[in-house]
């Protein structure tokens, strides 16, 4: 039954719906990646920060996505693990750490495509234009592109925010397992209309720029290695090339699950599912997949796995 109370700041969120049978081992678990994309993702950055030979544009950039992945889990997870040993009654939240997670989940989504778009640029900057590489990704460059893609972020969903805090709530039901900006207009009864049609057209613009830039650049990509008769930097770029893709198809799948099911009230459990593996797999499989690739990556790791053995 929907509970009605005008502009309350306490809120219930609905949650995982676990079982008691089922509620250790989902703890467990959801414990278990969290604690894995920390230590993932925090190693990846500390070692990327401690090595000289590693401070490099490609790296540098990549650090950011680590940032984004330990924000946007960090605000997320430990909320779900407290919510999953508690009854779905006593699932509450106060209205202004309700927004606060809205935005961070927003902005990690946002992120997530900003990102991987900078990444892109520096790939094609390094295969189509190697020889004015060092001169155009300086120190001032890396800054810039970084900037931009957090700053674009924090504008586009302060907006979004910002159209949803100035109507009116009549609800405090959240039908999801985290608090996100659909969440919170849904509380209300007034006018949504300016809200939606902000919404629909932010998450246009981001697909559009995210997917058109990706194909764009690898289109470019691809041509210079198909004119490049150098086997051995066909290969290495390929090699980093297609690292990159696979973290971007990893993001833009989740993320088009969860559009999905949103489509679909009779998966609603499925979506609660998707939604928070939207989080989760991109944080832990983004640095075991960047780690695996880069060869600069894997022999430290092996030189610091000798030293220990010796």
Not at 12 to 24: D, F, H, K, P, R
Not at 160 to 169: A, E, K, Q, S, V
Request: with cysteine; charged share 10%; proline share 3%.
């Amino acid at each position: 039954m929907e509970n009605y109370s005008y502009n309350s700041l306490t809120l219930q969120l609905e949650g995982l719906t676990v079982t008691t049978t089922s509620q250790y081992p989902v703890f467990i678990l959801l414990l278990s990646v969290y604690v894995f994309i920390l230590i993932a993702n925090v190693g990846i950055m500390v070692l990327i920060w401690t090595q000289r030979s590693l401070q490099q544009p490609m790296y540098l950039l990549f650090c950011n996505l680590s940032i984004n992945d330990v924000m946007g889990n960090t605000l997320l997870v430990p909320r779900l693990l407290a919510d999953i040993l508690v009854p779905p009654s006593e699932r509450l939240i106060h209205y202004y750490e309700c927004v606060i997670q809205a935005f961070t989940t927003h902005m990690f989504c946002t992120n997530s495509h900003t990102l991987l778009m900078i990444m892109a640029f520096d790939r094609y900057v390094a295969i189509c234009n190697p020889l004015r590489y060092s001169a155009i990704m300086t120190g001032k460059m890396v800054i810039k592109l970084t900037v931009s893609a957090w700053g674009v972020g924090f504008v586009f969903v302060g907006i979004l925010l910002g159209l949803t805090l100035r109507l009116n709530r009549c609800r405090t039901l959240i039908t999801n397992p985290y608090c996100d900006n659909a969440s919170l207009f849904k509380l209300s009864c007034e006018n949504v209309f300016i809200t939606n049609v902000y919404g629909l057209s932010y998450t246009a613009v981001l697909l559009s720029s995210s997917v058109g830039s990706i194909i764009l650049t690898y289109s470019k990509i691809t041509v210079a290695c198909l004119t490049n008769k150098n086997k051995s930097l066909n290969s290495k770029a390929l090699k980093t090339c297609s690292t990159h893709l696979c973290l971007y198809l990893i993001m833009l799948v989740s993320g088009m699950v969860f559009v999905i099911l949103h489509r679909l009230p009779e998966y609603a459990e499925h979506r609660k599912i998707s939604a928070i593996l939207f989080h989760i797999v991109p944080g832990s499989l983004n640095p075991v997949i960047y780690g695996l690739q880069s060869q600069e990556i894997h022999k430290l790791f092996h030189k610091s796995k000798t030293k220990r053995s010796v």
